[in-house]
Nanobody, 123 residues
Framework: QVQLVESGGGLVQAGGSLRLSCAASGRTFSSYAMGWFRQAPGKEREFIAAIRWTGGSTYIADSVKGRFAISRDNAKNTVYLQMNSLKPEDTAVYYC????????????????WGQGTQVTVSS
C-alpha cells in the first residue's frame, strides 16, 4: 500500500516562509516523479512543482517560480517544498502526489495522493 504523508503546513504572515515535507512509503519510488499541488476554496487543484526521483529534474509553475523550490532526499524517501515570500493568495491545502508517467503538470497523471496540509498566509 502506497502512503504519502504531508507535514509542515501552518499559519504564516505574508513574506514569511514554510517548508512542506512529503514522506513516501510502501514501494520503490525511483521510477516515479513527485509533485506538489494546491487547492484553494472554490478553485480547481493547481500544479505547483514536480521532481524526478532520479536525475533531479524539476518543474515549477510560473505562479510560484522564484519563490518556491522542490527538492528530495532519496535516502529518506521524502520530498520537500520550500516556500518563500509567501503571499495571502498562496493560502490553500497543499497536496503531495506521485506519478509514473504522463504530464508532470496534469492532476490526472498522478496515481497516488496524500491527505493534504493546510497553508494559511495572513496579510
Amino acid at each position: 500500500q502506497v502512503q504519502l504523508v504531508e507535514s509542515g503546513g501552518g499559519l504564516v504572515q505574508a513574506g514569511g516562509s514554510l517548508r512542506l515535507s512529503c514522506a513516501a512509503s510502501g514501494r520503490t519510488f525511483s521510477s516515479y516523479a513527485m509533485g506538489w499541488f494546491r487547492q484553494a476554496p472554490g478553485k480547481e487543484r493547481e500544479f505547483i512543482a514536480a521532481i524526478r526521483w532520479t536525475g533531479g529534474s524539476t518543474y515549477i509553475a510560473d505562479s510560484v517560480k522564484g519563490r518556491f523550490a522542490i527538492s528530495r532526499d532519496n535516502a529518506k524517501n521524502t520530498v520537500y517544498l520550500q516556500m518563500n515570500s509567501l503571499k495571502p493568495e498562496d493560502t490553500a491545502v497543499y497536496y503531495c502526489a506521485a506519478r509514473k508517467g504522463g504530464s508532470y503538470y496534469a492532476t490526472p497523471a498522478y496515481d497516488y495522493w496524500g491527505q493534504g496540509t493546510q497553508v494559511t498566509v495572513s496579510s
